[in-house]
């Protein structure tokens, strides 16, 4: 540090002032000083620019008036290598030399009486001499505490090391809170010093989060960041992040030279280590997200770096900071470089020339790591769940290796190892509910030359991209991607990916109200399983027979294919398998009322994914309890569970399942009895669901509209429900879902006045619709009602597929069932 130092007196210390607002990290502060109560030496320990000396100094001055020997600090940002430590300690406290007595002998005397903090910064210029110095001091002179800072640790008996982490960065989801996190709130305040009239506030809080969450919470390159606000957007800052060295290379003039531009931050740390070190650290550059030594040892050694020396150069590197271990996953560290770090070792890697061969073995170790859980998985005798759930946790923490792998497979013209690594992460894929960006790779990796695919790989990867278009909610996709799947595997006897095939479509047909289609397909994918013996895809099918039966009313016939399901579960003893069974229970018992048995059923499935990514699992079980809860009047219960359905919808990219997540929050807030947001929210789902292609109307979804609808028309009138509907279709998905989740939070939105007239929602029965539904709910036949209203039978059956169509019934008895059950008739 360079500010000028203002000498208070012999006793008061150095301490700097400080040249602007110190920002968040006050919990930081508040432990630091609670630790130098009972610790003697503590080191800040940290990457360069992550703010260690900063941290320090206020630290140091939070604690002055406890120390009457003052708090004295000593910087070695500018030391040369073999340098003394003693003079710069004693300058900086006023020491002066005694003719011949040794400097330090001096020192030690003048400080041995004294109860004093002293802050020594930077060890790492001079760390073997501060670490002897620091030593020294702890042993002869019993009331001084002393806090040092360094990319490393001293390695001093008595030391205590203290990991300065990044400023805290807003909550990944949606950044609703953005202007709380420390972060962003150093990015305005260092903004609006270069900008004046810089706020922060709705309009530019979402971007201004991204752009720190990509900068790491890193102070240092915040701050040179908002600095650039003098001549740049904050969207234009951001986009131009890319290239982050040339972009932050215009800091303070006045600071270190090496704390100027971001570049030579990392230039120093990178030329102060030894080879072995330097080589690693650019090896380690192919990871994305994180790592484990054994995939360390796997990748990166060879060519001046055994596997055998992985770990203790990892260590060197991890005490330099400059790689974390930040997490345990399944019982090993998890390990990561901050995104700062990562490019310029990158930027080390495409250097060296060992980038291609080095991306190479990542790819095909994530080949391997993906191969090891589909045996495990699928191999006999079959796994406990405790031998698959850690693979399971690790290959959550390993996400974004496997897409960096499929990513420059994909850029080298290597379709089959990308389609191969995608396939044996099938199950994974499909219950983590992992369908974005899966679907996006599927669709380039499967416009490659057909030649160039083994069959094999080629009909899985068909199969796949089915399985993960359904999941999305584009029956019309999984169509056609199953229908292609299911030939090329019967020409070629693949009965595995045949079966699934062959489910999807089922499930296509139930969509399409096609009941004969599916049956047969159903048969004909059950027969396909038996032939390869696999007991989970058996169970996946028992599951799609248990919702074809209740798709047709028929609960007992349902029930039993659920329970048959559930029983091949349990004898798996797979976690994954055993929550669709009970969710197809959980539905069957709501079909007939019983809420409590349906509540418990729901309970036991989420119970079983706490461990584990399955997002279609646990979005399903939290809106059913969502549902249950209204249903019973519990509305708190409701948007909690509600809330945290549809966030993970929007966060997984299941576009209709945030469209029914939306309707759901239409029906809470009827029932809150806010009208104008529950007409809105409904006239936003409508749309998303409207504007996705191929989705097929559910059952009864214009009946749930009326029934939303129908008590709002009372209240409001026809064209305001009308004119609110419109309002709520020209929201965009993420409007629409933040608007759900404010509740009441957000004041109403005010509805335009002078718009100009606008539609009824499509559901609306008209008048004489109402008339001939009572009469159809009466037993009426068409030729009935025609009589009963002096009307032509054509007349009459063209007014009852109106009725149809527009509550999303395919029988009379299901129209008359609604009726009576909402007193229509």
Known sequence: MTQDTAHISLTGGNLPLEPNAFVGREGDVEELVELLNVAR????CGTGGIGKSRLAVKVATRMAADFPGGVWLVELAEAVRDELIVPRVAAALGVKAEPSRPLADTLLDALAGRQLLLVIDNCESLIEEAARFCRTLLTGCPEVRVLTTSREPLRVAGETVWRVPPLTLPQAEGHEHAEASEAVLLFAARANAAARGFTLGPHNADEIASLCEALDGMPLAIELAAALCRVLTVEQIHARLRDRFRLLSAGDRTAPARHQTLRATVDWSYQQLKEPERILLRRLAVFTGGWTLDMAEQVCDGNGLWAEDVLSVLCGLVDKSLVLADAEVAGETRYRMLETIRQYAAEQLENSGEEAELRRRHRDHMIEIADRIHRLIVRFPRPTWVEVCPMLVL????????????????????????????????????????????DEWLDRLLKADPAVLS?????????????????QGDPAKAQEACTAAAEMCRATGLYGPLSGALAILAWVAICQRRPDRARCLLDEALEAVRRVDDPWHEMVIRSMEGTFALSEGRAKESQRSFEAAL??????????????????????????????????????????LQDITAHWQTITCLSGLSRIALAQGDLATARVRLTESLRLCRGTGQRLGVARRIETFAQLAL?????????????????????????????????????????????????????????????????AVRYALEGEEQAEMPVPAGRNPVAAPLTTLTGREWEIAGLVARGLSNKGIADELVISPATAARHVANILAKLGFSSRTQVATWVVEHNRG
């Open 567 to 608: 029983a091949i579960a349990r004898e798996l003893d797979n976690h994954w398998a055993a929550p669709v069974a009970l969710i197809g229970l959980a539905q069957v018992a709501w079909l007939r009322g019983d809420l409590a048995e349906a509540r418990a059923y729901y309970e036991q499935a989420l119970d079983m």
């Open 671 to 735: 029932a809150e009895e806010d009208d104008q947001r529950a007409v809105r929210l409904a006239g936003a789902s409508s749309a998303i669901r409207n504007a996705l292609s191929g989705v097929v109307t559910p059952s009864g979804f214009g009946a749930r509209m009326e029934e939303l609808l129908q008590p709002a028309r009372a209240r409001l009138g026809d064209a305001l429900v009308a004119q609110l509907w419109a309002l709520g279709g020209e929201m965009t998905q993420e409007e």
């Open 455 to 471: 069959p094999r790989v080629h009909g899985d990867a068909l199969a796949l991209r089915g399985q993960v278009a359904f999941g």
């Open 41 to 44: 030496l503590v080191t800040l």
């Open 395 to 438: 290959l959550d923490e390993l996400q974004a290796n496997v897409w960096a792998a499929v990513r420059w497979s994909a850029e080298i013209d290597e379709p089959e190892s990308a389609l191969r690594l995608l396939v044996l992460l099938r199950w994974p894929t499909i219950a983590g509910g992992r369908f974005t960006p899966a």
